[in-house]
């Protein structure tokens, strides 16, 4: 006799209360964190162990969960959460995606920028790997790019980006965002610079129209 789940009790649904996720044990022998693209640090990143501290961080922890329980892919729409460091983007970030595969078994993909960019640039003189890279980064229902702005980019690096953003936005593709920095200077927040600096102005506006902005500070 096969043995029951203590979590669902073999009914392979767990209730969250607000919603009801696909239990754990309906995805036995497949890793959530690499099939999501998630990096080790993060693999055990959840909204049950997200620690909010200041106001703006349990805002941001009630407006993820609803964002998760309620995602609909023909929706197109996306979070961009914006604060300084050590507030728990990432975390968040991540706990989305999870929550969004277990609950919808729609696969997300998650992207360090830094990484995606050296990653593609790698791929350059295989045109087939590259081809099939950026298709995921440009198609998949659900994408976080985490750490958006985090260096100086050259020109190629600031095309492939915007090229990724304007495509999403074009064709209603969800996105996460998270960053250090203010989108542009008229937002007078408590981080550094802008990331319209950084990229253009032209993708700070697409940003702004595809994700609703969340400010997360201490």
């Keep these: 006799m096969a043995e029951i789940c203590p979590i669902c009790g073999g009914t392979g649904f767990v209730d969250k209360g607000r919603t009801v996720e696909i239990c754990s044990c309906r995805f036995q022998g497949r890793d959530i964190s690499k099939y999501l693209h998630i990096p080790p640090r993060f693999a055990d990143a959840e909204f049950e162990n997200y620690k909010p501290v200041s106001p703006s961080q349990r805002e941001a922890l009630s407006v993820c969960m609803s964002y998760a329980y309620s995602f609909d892919p023909a929706e197109g729409k996306g979070l961009t959460l914006l604060g ?65 702005g985090s ?22 593709k969800s996105t996460i965002i998270t960053t250090n920095y203010a989108l542009r200077k008229t937002d007078e927040k408590e981080v550094a610079q802008t990331l319209e600096e950084r990229l253009s102005e032209a993708v700070v506006s697409r940003i702004h129209q595809m994700n609703t902005i969340l400010y997360i500070i201490p």
């Design 84 to 148: 300084p460091p050590h507030m728990g983007k990432t975390h968040l970030a991540v706990s989305i995606l999870k929550s969004v595969y277990r609950q919808k078994e729609i696969r997300g993909l998650f992207f360090d920028t830094k990484d995606m960019l050296f990653k593609l640039k790698s791929l350059m003189e295989d045109n087939e790997k590259y081809t099939k890279l950026m298709n995921f980064l440009l198609k998949t229902p659900l994408l976080a790019l985490d750490d958006l």
């Design 151 to 172: 260096e100086r980019l050259s020109d190629w690096q600031r095309e492939i980006i915007t090229h990724i953003i304007s495509y999403r936005y074009n064709h209603m």
